[in-house]
């Protein structure tokens, strides 16, 4: 099925024989771990499109579905099979068009605290604040409003502090921002991570007194060595 996109909020649908409102939803996640909260990274937008307002139309089976824009084919999708009778979406696709790429801006230690655990055996702890530039190009050409979700791993000990903007609503371990864009806008977030860090440390046994050889006595047998190797020199 062939459907073009109108620049208007209302859409003619020919398989359909009706005008529809349409409306593009674009979303983006990006899930911090231990493993990955200190390096580049690059989180995919996906968008998806919703057709409502159908006059006279019947439930649609999922079928290929080609979105034109000026009649240039825009995206190959899927339509959502719907028992609804008056509207039908598209799959989640990848938008290439939207990009977000998240940078490590800076990284602080704290001081480091060591706490026995057992006879040679430590363990160190310290705290690392990490903050993060993210940047968000707009180039569909259009008003982009994007739902991007955080993800903080408490359980690992990585947490989420703070974020400007502040998240549109939290609920931990996600936090949500609902961001607008202008066409070909560029937009910064600023967002600061906790990561707990430990390690234990084994330190180095220290070798035992050969026997029959007090510390005294062989501080004395040090000293005549010494003795004999100046006088013969």
């Known amino acids: 099925m062939k459907l073009t996109i109108e620049p208007r909020k209302t859409t003619w ?23 990955n909260v200190r390096q580049q990274l690059h989180h995919p937008v996906k968008s998806r499109y919703t057709f409502t307002g159908l006059e006279g139309a019947l439930a649609l089976p999922s079928a290929q579905l080609i979105l034109m824009e000026d009649g240039v ?10 028992a609804v009778k008056n509207q039908f979406q ?16 800076s990284l602080k230690k704290s001081d480091q605290k060591d706490r ?19 940047q968000i190009e707009n180039r569909t050409g259009k008003a982009v409003k994007l739902s991007f979700t955080l993800v ?39 967002v600061t991570l906790r990561h707990s860090r430990s390690e234990s440390i084994r330190l ?7 026997p029959g050889y007090s510390a005294p006595a062989r501080q004395a047998a040090q000293a005549n060595l010494d003795a004999d190797f100046a006088n013969e020199s």
């Open 13 to 35: 649908v020919p398989f359909v024989d009706s005008a529809a409102q349409v409306k593009i939803e674009w979303r983006a996640r990006a899930e911090y771990q231990p493993h």
């Open 116 to 134: 026995k655990l057992a006879k040679g055996l430590i363990e160190r702890t310290w705290v690392e604040t990490i903050e993060r530039n993210i």
């Open 204 to 210: 180095p046994v220290e070798a035992a007194p050969q």
């Open 152 to 190: 903080d791993h408490p359980a690992e000990s990585l947490e989420f502090v703070q974020a400007e903007p502040a998240p549109t609503r939290s609920s931990p371990p996600e936090y949500t921002f609902e961001l607008a864009m202008e066409a070909e806008a560029n937009l910064k977030l600023r």
């Open 73 to 82: 084919p825009l995206t190959i999708t899927q339509s959502v099979a719907s």
């Open 90 to 105: 598209s799959e989640e696709v990848d938008d290439p068009f939207v990009s977000i790429t998240d940078r490590l801006a």
